[in-house]
């Protein structure tokens, strides 16, 4: 018995393969141009269903009924931009979007002062975590700096 378990897991494992994800990157990429960019950041594919449709997620349930409003004119759009990659049909349901992608954080400037460094340095020499503490000097430098502490 425990062989013909393994057989019949081993198979499944064996026909099972991963999704071609190519389609739906090239669907993410043309959205933006296809819907606007207003839509573009409360709505985003999710994912294509085996019959060619491409489902949406949205932020909630007034953004779908706009989408369903609107999906003639967006699968038009994108198969302009897409041609025969296009999706064939879509549909929108209340889901999970992709986080924007984040600003890159610069680091805040050095203080101009030696007295504010080394105001900084005598408050944080007892922490431990380099990192923190090196945080933590530049932060509180900058205080120093911008309220004259002496």
């Known amino acids: 018995m425990p062989q013909a378990l393994a057989g019949d897991v081993g198979g499944t494992a064996a026909r099972s393969t991963a999704p071609d994800l190519a389609p739906l990157r090239r669907i993410a990429e043309a959205w933006p141009e296809a819907v606007g960019e207003g839509l573009a950041t409360v709505a985003q594919p999710a994912r294509i269903a085996g019959d060619g449709t491409l489902v949406v997620h949205a932020r909630d349930a007034s953004w779908t009924h706009a989408l369903t409003l609107e999906e003639r004119r967006i699968l038009g759009r994108l198969r302009d931009l897409l041609g025969d990659d296009a999706p064939t049909a879509l549909k929108v349901e209340v889901g999970v979007l992709a986080a924007p992608a984040a600003e890159p954080v610069e680091p805040p400037p050095e203080p101009a002062s030696e007295a504010a460094r ?15 503490r090196a945080a933590l000097q530049r932060l509180v430098a900058q205080s120093v700096e911008r309220r004259k502490i002496p």
Do not use: N, Q
């Open 118 to 132: 080394e105001k900084a340095d005598a408050l944080t020499r007892e922490v431990a975590d380099p990192r923190l």
